[in-house]
């Protein structure tokens, strides 16, 4: 069965980097895009970007642009999603989820179960 | 970006009701509207795509309807495990942006 099995809770420290993976399972990897979805405590889900693990390519929200890098490795089948430069507002659980690119329609079919990541002094 | 006005932000209600959730889009999005129901705790799971498409093994209690900005979510014959917060999210332009979220709970 499908799986998406995300990296463990991290607490950094202002102005460090975090790296959060996303392991798929049960599909080919390189068949589905990886998108990266954010929620702060008691907030709403937040759009980061995506990558197509199949070419490397990839395409970040332009708020996140210059601070986040999203990778993908075929040799381990795993997605990366590093973000740098954190602040206390980059607190929140990070949320991987596939979508078909092969498809005309749009959805997130699987996601990860979410890595919190704390910003914190 | 396009902004996606949820309403209304919370809504209670009882096992047996149909209630209704509307997101609006500040531009026009065509039919690039999913909804997404989450758990506390839990990553959100797709209930509708392409505004109207009901997603493999979602009750069809479930519906979705609209185009262009107006778009609506119903939930008919409320069962207990409908009571989640429910979010819309456009695909029709980055960045992709989600509504503020729907919270039903029980009354």
Known sequence: ?121 | AIQMTQSPSSLSASVGDTVTITCRASQDITNDLGWYQQKPGKAPNVLIYAASKLENGVPSRFSGSGSGTDFTLTISSLQPEDFATYSCLQTYSYPYTFGQGTKLDLK
């Open chain 1, 1 to 121: 069965q499908v799986q998406l099995v995300q990296s463990g809770p991290e607490v950094k420290k202002p102005g460090a980097s975090v790296k959060v993976s996303c392991k798929p399972s049960g599909y080919t990897f390189s068949d589905f895009y990886i998108h990266w979805v954010r929620q702060a405590p008691g907030q709403g889900l937040e759009w980061m970007g995506w990558i197509n693990p199949k070419r490397g390519d990839t395409h970040s929200a332009q708020k996140f642009q210059g601070r986040v890098s999203m990778t993908g490795d075929p040799s381990v089948s795993t997605a990366y999603m590093e973000l740098r430069g954190l602040r206390s507002d980059d607190t929140a659980v990070y949320y991987c989820a596939r979508r078909d690119a092969r498809s005309p329609f749009f959805r997130f079919d699987f996601w990860g179960q979410g890595s919190l990541v704390t910003v914190s002094s």
